[in-house]
């Protein structure tokens, strides 16, 4: 379990290290990615990000 907690937040810092960069390639304004405004803060859900990124890992490691 914690091997998987460990997984989970190296990838999610990966995702927002990178987030920048896929912003300028159309990452994060894809049609199912959410974005408002909630108690004063900014709130971000990028369900379709996540899951084409996803798909594109599966894809590559399905090629190594």
């Known amino acids: 379990m914690l091997r998987w907690l460990v997984v989970v937040f190296l990838a999610l810092l990966l995702l927002n290290g990178l987030m920048p960069w896929?912003?300028?390639?159309?990452?994060?304004?894809?049609?199912?990615?959410?974005s408002f405004r909630l108690f004063g803060r900014d709130w971000f859900i990028p369900l379709s990000t996540t899951l084409v990124l996803s798909l594109l890992a599966t894809w590559v490691s399905k090629i190594l």
């Open 22 to 34: 896929l912003q300028k390639l159309g990452f994060g304004k894809l049609p199912g990615d959410f």
